[in-house]
T-cell receptor, first 114, second 111 residues
Framework: ETGVTQSPTHLIKTRGQQVTLRCSSQ?????VSWYQQALGQGPQFIFQ???????GRGNFPPRFSGLQFPNYSSELNVNALELDDSALYLC?????????????FGQGTRLTVV | GQQVMQIPQYQHVQEGEDFTTYCNSS?????IQWYKQRPGGHPVFLIQ?????EVKKQKRLTFQFGEAKKNSSLHITATQTTDVGTYFC???????????FGGGTRLMVKP
């Protein structure tokens, strides 16, 4: 167990809708990253938050947005859902500043857009 | 931008056979990490390599970081059915503490 929990585990949404995914980071970790993993592919970096500020962003459109809260929990929001947004969304927490950049992943949220 | 590629994409082996997956980066990496994802699961950290030419072992798993720090390999000796899963390499990206993952090698082991 990594101590990183995500909710919900599964979700079905209709094209055009909005979705919010949640992540609770491992205790003591100050950084949370979100990844999108399409079936049969490696995780793709969406963005990262450090001390409640966005600290890096991958090649994803602005309709993907996020928040990190003072307790280091986090949200991923996706607006105007498209069919291609169907994927496993992974949250990963880490402790920046310790040299080791090991990421601890949650179990993911499986999003299906119909 | 940085690209990380892995080969092969899939590998079927008989239980007891060896397995190797190779990882290549388009840029020099400060470190390389390896993760394992079981079917239906999430990536789990295996190891991080930092030094040029570094070799690390974990029981039947041997990890190697190339001299130029642009490639890496994972070798499993005498595979077992518990080794089934997808193995990903990942290097530091351009932003924050992000990771750039390879496409993974899916290992299937026939008992």
């Amino acid at each position: 167990e990594t101590g990183v929990t995500q909710s919900p585990t599964h979700l079905i949404k209709t094209r055009g809708q909005q979705v919010t995914l949640r992540c609770s980071s491992q205790s003591g970790h100050n950084t949370v990253s979100w990844y999108q993993q399409a079936l049969g592919q490696g995780p793709q970096f969406i963005f990262q938050y450090y001390r409640e500020e966005e600290n890096g962003r991958g090649n994803f459109p602005p309709r993907f947005s996020g928040l990190q809260f003072p307790n280091y929990s986090s949200e991923l929001n996706v607006n105007a859902l498209e069919l291609d947004d169907s994927a496993l969304y992974l949250c990963a927490s880490s402790l920046v500043g310790q040299g080791n950049t090991e990421a601890f992943f949650g179990q993911g949220t499986r999003l299906t857009v119909v | 931008g940085q690209q990380v590629m892995q080969i092969p994409q899939y590998q079927h082996v008989q239980e007891g056979e060896d397995f190797t997956t190779y990882c290549n980066s388009s840029t020099t990496l400060s470190n390389i990490q390896w993760y394992k994802q079981r079917p239906g699961g999430h990536p789990v950290f295996l190891i991080q390599l930092v030094k040029s030419g570094e070799v690390k072992k974990q029981k039947r798993l041997t990890f190697q970081f190339g001299e130029a720090k642009k490639n890496s390999s994972l070798h499993i000796t005498a595979t077992q059915t518990t080794d089934v899963g997808t193995y990903f390499c990942a290097g530091p990206g351009n932003a924050g503490n992000m990771l750039t993952f390879g496409g993974g090698t899916r290992l299937m082991v026939k008992p």
